[in-house]
Nanobody, 124 residues
Framework: VQLQASGGGLVQAGDSLRLSCAASGHTISNYVIGWFRQDAGKEREFVAVIGKSGSTTYYADSVKGRFTISRDDAKNTVYLQMNSLKPDDTAVYYC??????????????????WGQGTLVTVSS
């Protein structure tokens, strides 16, 4: 499956953005989809994950209550709604997919397929 992340941009603290992860080549409903982010000079970190049915989601503590992950299988797309953005949210955001993700959904090596990333910059 090929993944294309989009929707990033420059916003002010407190603003909202919605990122999209569009899949091609395969039906996205067959995949667990995760969002990760990486700021300059830092390691890539887990943000959120959604299960195949869409009923299971997990979030990093740093974004819980502000970000919402969802999926629209009819559009072959997963979204990350980001509200109340903070300067600390500044990063390149990547979506990742795998057919089988175990309990360590927060680890990068659980995912075989990655998109190219979209930059989110939050100014104070």
């Amino acid at each position: 499956v090929q993944l294309q992340a989009s929707g990033g941009g420059l916003v002010q603290a407190g603003d909202s953005l919605r990122l999209s992860c569009a899949a091609s080549g395969h039906t996205i409903s067959n995949y667990v989809i995760g969002w990760f982010r990486q700021d300059a000079g830092k390691e890539r970190e887990f943000v959120a994950v959604i299960g195949k049915s869409g009923s299971t989601t997990y979030y990093a503590d740093s974004v819980k209550g502000r970000f919402t992950i969802s999926r629209d299988d009819a559009k072959n797309t997963v979204y990350l709604q980001m509200n109340s953005l903070k300067p600390d949210d500044t990063a390149v955001y990547y979506c990742a997919a795998d057919e089988f993700v175990g309990g360590k959904y927060y680890e990068m090596n659980e995912y075989d397929n990655w998109g190219q990333g979209t930059l989110v910059t939050v100014s104070s």
